[in-house]
């Protein structure tokens, strides 16, 4: 079992920067890929990025790619995505999701364990 409480959203310019956390509890933090989602209103909720258990290996949507950066601390059991250069697009619900298998996938079924989700909100 993992429980995972997300943090860190808010209200921000566009072109400014946010940094989410998601804190784990359980045992299966170390073994798990983390990843992100994002879902804003009206619509499915999509992948944002990804993070192998040893943190070696990330993948990230395309949409985001160069803006966003997620890691990792397995001492403090805790996954972050750095979000930077953030445009009105980008807000959403973000949400944390764990998968103890390790597929390192894309999709949200694959994903076990998932947080509440924090709001983040980009104004023009």
């Known amino acids: 079992q993992v429980q995972l409480v997300e943090s860190g959203g808010g209200l921000v310019q566009a072109g400014g920067s946010l940094r989410l956390s998601c804190a784990a509890s359980g045992p299966s933090f170390s073994s798990s890929v983390m990843a992100w989602f994002r879902q804003a209103p009206g619509k499915d909720r999509e992948f944002v990025a990804a993070?192998?258990?040893?943190?070696?290996?990330?993948r990230y949507a395309d949409f985001v790619k160069g803006r966003f950066t997620i890691s990792r601390d397995n001492a403090k059991t805790t996954a972050y995505l750095q979000m930077n250069s953030l445009k009105p697009e980008d807000t959403a619900v973000y949400y944390c999701?764990?998968?103890?298998?390790?597929?390192?996938?894309?999709?949200?079924?694959?994903?076990?364990?998932w947080g509440q989700g924090t709001q983040v909100t980009v104004s023009s």
């Open positions: 993070i192998r258990a040893s943190a070696g290996s990330t």
């Open positions: 999701a764990a998968d103890e298998r390790g597929y390192f996938l894309t999709t949200t079924g694959v994903y076990h364990y």
